[in-house]
């Protein structure tokens, strides 16, 4: 069974009714997805509003026993060809001054979505105040009105978009809705009605556009509003339209450019606003201007108020009592105020969607330029260097197109680190001693040393800002096998590395080969042996049959590797042959590479 609650309403408010309705309108009932449309020709509105045939949703739910579970509510564009253009769930009847409504006050919980077709026109009076759990309601850019408590008690709506067809926001419109925090104004309001946004906790701002002619009794009482800004037209200042908004810090009244009867009181419109911390007055009033000393008590912040007129025209407007009032508060009178815009730009604007940058001063002054879509898409400037690339952070380079000042940005490339081409060293007979340049942009060099067992390359040492090193612990003649990496580490810790370079080879150093002995073995054979010179070190072998020429350094070379013995076959039998070893690359501690010479003459 629907719960009935009446609403009494006098003569003003019947004048102000949204509906009108016939006993006759409706022709034909049809329920689609459990919500409920009357076939109708009725006009609204005192007949302002004549849609034609057309349906009407009458109700959301058919069978109420699915209200409970039901999470979302479609409704149709058009039935058999008819479009549905009228809201009407919440009338019951209308019988002289008393005005039925159905469900007022009810609720609906598990309902999140409601999917309204662009064919809407006309929203009647409390259509969704049930719906506590809906967060977002697109309204069809088609809408013309809304009636009184549309969206009252909507307590999880957080934000809407009014179409420019809608140009009044009636009484209660969004009363109650706790969590609104975004009202966008596509059209010119001019008129906002009693309690229409009262009690909108969250709601910090709103477009007050000089359209607007009348704002009503507690229309924006106990919001979030930092800042008024009292419209130019707006007629009479009783209601307290702005009352007990505890954020609000800035009333701003607007110029005037006629010349009718204009009254400033703060007494009203902004009855209980304790943080209030300025007024800027910036019209000459003609009938009076008002503060009242029943609100001026000690809680109230009050530090400023800026008058457009002479300190003459302001005396001659307000009451002795009240500027002493003033005074004893210690509140700084600023007269013939001219005030410089600060404007600061916001909006969201791209050349390939178009759209509008608002500029807003903190007086309250704004105004706005649209910008539409650009067919050839953005105009960028040329490039310019944010930040220059280091060897281990990306630079950046960014430009702006100077139509809608969308800066576009480009990570610049890291320069490479320069190679180590070349070094010098020293050795002992256990160690060797390495310097190198150190590579282009580096401050430090990795040393890999190579491995003979893993047969790879380790590193054996990380040098920042040195160019030198030394391998120690090793055994004479052995041969040392290295390549370098340069490094950039900077401050924070990041590190860049520069390719390796080639493989660069050292010896210790060694003494000559010693105790070379020479025997024929066999028929043309001769076998060698010596001392060692060293683990690594390679060796060969000279021989010719003529000593002084072999000490001359020449002879037949054979290479015996790292082996401190060789066989030599095919010599001449009955031959004397002459033998001396040499080592290649190594350096001995007293200069000398060559071995003794042995004689031997060839079986």
């Known amino acids: 069974?629907?719960?009935?609650?009446?609403?009494?309403?006098?003569?003003?408010?019947?004048?102000?009714?949204?509906?009108?309705?016939?006993?006759?309108?409706?022709?034909?009932?049809?329920?689609?997805?459990?919500?409920?449309?009357?076939?109708?020709?009725?006009?609204?509105?005192?007949?302002?509003?004549?849609?034609?045939?057309?349906?009407?949703?009458?109700?959301?739910?058919?069978?109420?026993?699915?209200?409970?579970?039901?999470?979302?509510?479609?409704?149709?564009?058009?039935?058999?060809?008819?479009?549905?253009?009228?809201?009407?769930?919440?009338?019951?009847?209308?019988?002289?001054?008393?005005?039925?409504?159905?469900?007022?006050?009810?609720?609906?919980?598990?309902?999140?979505?409601?999917?309204?077709?662009?064919?809407?026109?006309?929203?009647?009076?409390?259509?969704?105040?049930?719906?506590?759990?809906?967060?977002?309601?697109?309204?069809?850019?088609?809408?013309?009105?809304?009636?009184?408590?549309?969206?009252?008690?909507?307590?999880?709506?957080?934000?809407?978009?009014?179409?420019?067809?809608?140009?009044?926001?009636?009484?209660?419109?969004?009363?109650?809705?706790?969590?609104?925090?975004?009202?966008?104004?596509?059209?010119?309001?001019?008129?906002?009605?009693?309690?229409?946004?009262?009690?909108?906790?969250?709601?910090?701002?709103?477009?007050?556009?000089?359209?607007?002619?009348?704002?009503?009794?507690?229309?924006?009482?106990?919001?979030?509003?930092?800042?008024?800004?009292?419209?130019?037209?707006?007629?009479?200042?009783?209601?307290?339209?702005?009352?007990?908004?505890?954020?609000?810090?800035?009333?701003?009244?607007?110029?005037?450019?006629?010349?009718?009867a204009k009254y400033i009181g703060y007494d009203y419109f902004f009855w209980n606003c304790k943080n209030l911390k300025a007024i800027y007055i910036k019209t000459i009033p003609t009938e009076r201007i008002s503060i009242e000393t029943d609100i001026m008590n000690d809680s109230l912040l009050l530090k400023d108020i800026y008058f457009a007129g002479s300190e003459e025209l302001w005396e001659k407007l307000t009451f002795e009592f009240e500027r002493a009032k003033l005074d004893e508060k210690g509140v700084k009178v600023h007269f013939y105020y001219k005030h410089k815009h600060n404007f600061v730009k916001s909006g969201d604007v791209t050349c390939t969607k178009g759209g509008t940058y608002t500029y807003s001063c903190e007086c309250g002054d704004s105004y706005s330029y649209k910008v539409a879509k650009n067919t050839e898409g953005h105009k960028f400037g040329a490039w310019k260097i944010k930040s220059k690339s280091t060897y281990t952070v990306a630079g950046v380079k960014e430009r702006k197109c100077s139509l809608c000042g969308k800066t576009e940005k480009k990570n610049l490339a890291i320069p490479k680190l320069g190679t180590v081409t070349d070094y010098n060293y020293t050795a002992t007979l256990n160690s060797i001693t390495i310097t190198w340049e150190a590579a282009e942009g580096a401050n430090g060099c990795r040393v890999y040393k190579y491995n003979t067992k893993t047969k790879k390359y380790v590193k054996v040492a990380s040098i920042k800002n040195k160019t030198t090193y030394t391998f120690k612990n090793l055994e004479k003649g052995q041969n040392v096998k290295f390549k370098l990496q340069p490094y950039y580490k900077d401050s924070k810790g990041n590190v860049a590395f520069g390719y390796e370079s080639k493989v660069f080879s050292v010896y210790t150093l060694t003494t000559a080969p010693a105790n070379l002995k020479a025997e024929s073995t066999d028929v043309g054979v001769v076998k060698l042996t010596w001392d060692s010179s060293g683990p690594d070190v390679p060796y060969y072998v000279t021989r010719n049959t003529s000593k002084e020429e072999l000490q001359k350094g020449k002879g037949t070379d054979a290479y015996a590797d790292k082996k401190e013995t060789v066989t030599i076959k095919n010599l001449e039998s009955g031959t004397t042959y002459y033998f001396m070893v040499t080592m290649n690359l190594v350096k001995t501690e007293d200069g000398v590479k060559t071995s003794n010479i042995v004689e031997v003459t060839v079986k």
């Open 1 to 260: 069974m629907k719960k009935i609650i009446t609403l009494l309403s006098t003569v003003a408010m019947m004048l102000a009714l949204s509906v009108c309705f016939s006993a006759s309108a409706a022709e034909e009932r049809v329920v689609i997805d459990n919500v409920v449309y009357e076939l109708t020709s009725q006009k609204y509105n005192y007949d302002r509003y004549d849609y034609g045939e057309h349906y009407a949703v009458t109700d959301f739910f058919e069978d109420e026993t699915l209200a409970e579970t039901t999470t979302k509510i479609n409704i149709v564009d058009e039935i058999d060809g008819i479009e549905v253009k009228t809201i009407m769930t919440n009338f019951d009847e209308h019988d002289g001054d008393e005005i039925h409504y159905a469900r007022y006050g009810q609720k609906y919980p598990s309902v999140t979505k409601i999917s309204i077709p662009g064919t809407i026109k006309y929203i009647n009076d409390f259509s969704f105040n049930f719906f506590p759990s809906v967060e977002k309601l697109y309204l069809p850019a088609e809408l013309e009105r809304i009636g009184w408590g549309t969206f009252e008690q909507m307590e999880s709506l957080k934000s809407i978009t009014l179409p420019a067809g809608v140009t009044y926001i009636p009484e209660r419109a969004f009363r109650g809705c706790i969590k609104l925090e975004k009202v966008v104004v596509q059209g010119d309001i001019t008129s906002i009605g009693d309690l229409a946004f009262c009690g909108c906790e969250k709601l910090a701002s709103f477009d007050f556009s000089d359209t607007i002619k009348y704002l009503g009794d507690s229309s924006f009482e106990k919001t979030a509003i930092t800042k008024a800004v009292v419209p130019e037209n707006v007629d009479g200042d009783e209601g307290g339209a702005f009352s007990s908004c505890s954020n609000l810090e800035k009333i701003v009244y607007e110029d005037t450019s006629d010349e009718k």
